[in-house]
């Protein structure tokens, strides 16, 4: 018996749901938790508290339609991929370089601040790029003499 299309990539788009998912669970509790309990200026908190709640719908929006099998869906985890990649590079340059967003908005010892957010922006990068992974392996188009 032969199986439908879909069934030969079953569970790339959950996989990718799950970690765009889990994403946005990150970047909305920053948004919603941390924010604003930083001593961050208020002009810029009342920027980014809506950009990042924002953001972290979209992640949630995005793993919603991956697991419907909407097509639109794998490029929006490709732009939530690219966006977070890239702000998180932003702040691993800019901690690395000196101007360090960690340890003026933690209650933690400098060190500590630092070692946390660094691994806290790694870990996002990754988990946004196997998600892209995913999502992109997931709707790949078909060649004529490929079963999968």
């Known amino acids: ?15 990718a749901a799950l970690l765009i998912g889990l994403a946005g669970c ?12 930083s001593n961050l200026d208020r002009l810029a908190l009342s920027w980014l508290i809506p950009l990042a709640a924002s953001f972290g719908i979209a992640h949630f929006v995005a793993a919603y ?34 101007l360090d967003p960690f340890v003026a908005t933690s209650t933690l010892p400098a060190d500590q601040a630092r070692a946390d957010g660094l691994g806290l922006l ?8 196997v998600a892209a992974r995913f999502a992109w392996r997931a709707f790949r188009p078909e060649s004529a003499g490929d079963p999968r």
């Open 1 to 15: 018996m032969a199986l439908p299309r879909y069934a030969y990539r079953r569970g790339t788009r959950g996989f």
């Open 26 to 37: 990150v970047v909305s509790a920053v948004g919603i938790a941390v924010l604003p309990e």
């Open 122 to 129: 790694a870990w996002m990068i990754g988990l946004w790029l």
């Open 65 to 98: 339609g991956l697991l419907a099998r909407r097509s639109w869906s794998a490029a929006l985890t490709g732009y939530l991929a690219a966006i977070g990649t890239g702000t998180a590079v932003y702040g691993l340059l800019a901690t690395l370089t000196g």
